[in-house]
């Protein structure tokens, strides 16, 4: 049996490195690292990236898939679902660094089943809801930016996309905001701003990557 680390990484502000270092802090071994670089979640389904496809042809039966969250294997509701329950089909055990889920076939009661499917669509749409709103910001902040020449682009956000990323994923999970500025090196004030005027938090890293 083997414990490997898929690592999707999109953007400058992310590393596969950080994703290892995080995967081990939460004390996972890893036995192998896979990664797709400059690869967004949201246009290609997990099984048509490059390293995506060789997850499926690898992983086996006992073997343990190591996520950040499940919006490293995408961020459309249907491919994250579908891709979770055929890892799952095949014995492979999937398990994020965040919140510490599990998720396996090893369960035969239907109530557990339930709600392990259940919490896997949460996840799985919280993860599609998040893009869209982070693009729909952009796009706004962009158009805004195009609109004037002299456009005003506020105060340089302190925090990167990355860094957003995961403020929003823990707001959306409930974490408490010094649970989330100790985990991506924010200030609360920071985490606060984000909570309270997402979009325009968003928008602001648009305008100023514009």
Do not use: C
């Not at 083997?2 to 004390?27: F, P």
């Not at 246009?43 to 690898?58: I, K, N, Y």
């Not at 339930?114 to 669509?121: H, T």
């Not at 105060?155 to 990167?160: D, H, I």
């Amino acid at each position: 049996m083997q414990t490997v680390l898929y690592a999707r990484v999109s953007t400058a502000d992310q590393t596969i490195a950080h994703q290892r270092k995080q995967a081990e802090a939460a004390g996972f071994r890893i036995d192998a690292v896979v990664a797709d670089e400059g690869v967004s979640g949201v246009s290609t389904v997990l099984a048509e990236r490059p390293q995506g496809r060789r997850l499926f042809d690898m992983l086996r039966a006992g073997d343990v898939l190591v996520v950040r969250w499940v919006d490293r294997l995408g961020r459309n509701y249907q491919d994250v679902t579908e891709t979770i329950r055929e890892f799952m089909r095949r014995g492979v055990i999937v398990r994020t660094v965040i919140n510490a889920m599990t998720f396996d076939g090893a369960t035969s009661d239907p109530v557990r089943m339930a709600v392990r499917d259940a919490l896997i669509g949460f996840m799985a749409a919280t993860a599609q809801a998040q893009a869209e709103a982070t693009k729909e910001a952009q796009r706004a902040g962009i158009d805004h930016a195009k609109g004037r020449e002299d456009a005003y682009l506020g105060r340089k956000p302190s925090y990167s996309a990355g860094q957003l990323a995961d403020v929003v994923a823990g707001l959306d999970r409930g974490d408490a905001v010094a649970a989330i500025a100790k985990a991506t090196g924010l200030s609360r004030q920071t985490v606060y701003r984000v909570r309270d005027n997402r979009v325009e938090a968003e928008a602001a890293l648009a305008r100023w990557a514009a």
